[in-house]
Antibody, heavy 119, light 110 residues
Framework: EVVLVESGGGLVQPGGSLRLSCQASGFTFDSYAMSWVRQAPGKGLEWVSSISGSGDNTYDTDSVKGRFTISRDNSKNTLDLQMNSLRAEDTALYYC????????????WGQGTLVIVSS | EIVLTQSPGTLSLSPGERATLSCRASQSISSGYLCWYQQRPGQAPRLLTYGASTRAAGVPDRFSGSGSGTDFTLTISRLEPEDFAVYYCQQYGNSPRVWTFGQGTRVEVK
């Protein structure tokens, strides 16, 4: 059974930093690309960042480029998101999502970790 | 950048009725790159269909996806109580590599 468990969310001031983590189990982690997808309170889904199975290739949405860094440790089956220079508009529930082998969709999701950026 | 527009914003129906949800892309996309998710209140999204029309594992056959080019549809043949939720379409773009969601359609009890 695929299980994704996020952690690391919390309240942070504008301009601050936070590191999110996702512990994965139930599948061959390094065979799959992984992503972070966020959802602002009461709003829709927004893709944030993706990383290939090997970790060699990363992709980010424009609004987080230069501020967020996605990474993975295949020896520990973990996915991370380092978030710097946080803004109020980064406030959201952040989901860790496994991509299918096709890489075009997200076939399993965690329950999310909440990030609140506020003074 | 491709924009996905879902309609209607809210669909008010009764259990047992048929639901038809639309997802329109701002330019033609490969049907292989279009999928649908269901999100129940307080829950994470769940993949329903991918490749426009292939149901994900464990998804009931009352859910069906169709479409091509710029117009895609998710149909729920007979609404069950657990189907009242928000539905999102999503497309994958490979140059640049991005994953884009529609704004969602809420299916609510009439």
């Amino acid at each position: 059974e695929v299980v994704l468990v996020e952690s690391g969310g919390g309240l942070v001031q504008p301009g601050g930093s936070l590191r999110l983590s996702c512990q994965a189990s139930g599948f061959t982690f390094d065979s799959y690309a992984m992503s972070w997808v966020r959802q602002a309170p009461g709003k829709g889904l927004e893709w944030v960042s993706s990383i290939s199975g090997s970790g060699d290739n990363t992709y980010d949405t424009d609004s987080v480029k230069g501020r967020f860094t996605i990474s993975r440790d295949n020896s520990k089956n973990t996915l991370d998101l380092q978030m710097n220079s946080l803004r109020a508009e980064d406030t959201a529930l952040y989901y860790c999502a496994k991509q299918s082998l096709r890489r075009t969709e997200f076939d399993f999701w965690g329950q999310g970790t909440l990030v609140i950026v506020s003074s | 950048e491709i924009v996905l527009t879902q309609s209607p914003g809210t669909l008010s129906l009764s259990p047992g009725e048929r639901a038809t949800l639309s997802c329109r892309a701002s330019q033609s996309i490969s049907s292989g790159y279009l999928c649908w998710y269901q999100q129940r209140p307080g829950q994470a999204p769940r993949l329903l269909t991918y490749g426009a029309s292939t149901r994900a594992a464990g998804v009931p056959d009352r859910f069906s996806g169709s479409g091509s080019g710029t117009d895609f549809t998710l149909t729920i043949s007979r609404l069950e109580p657990e189907d009242f939720a928000v539905y999102y379409c999503q497309q994958y773009g490979n140059s640049p590599r991005v994953w884009t969601f529609g704004q969602g359609t809420r299916v609510e009890v009439k």
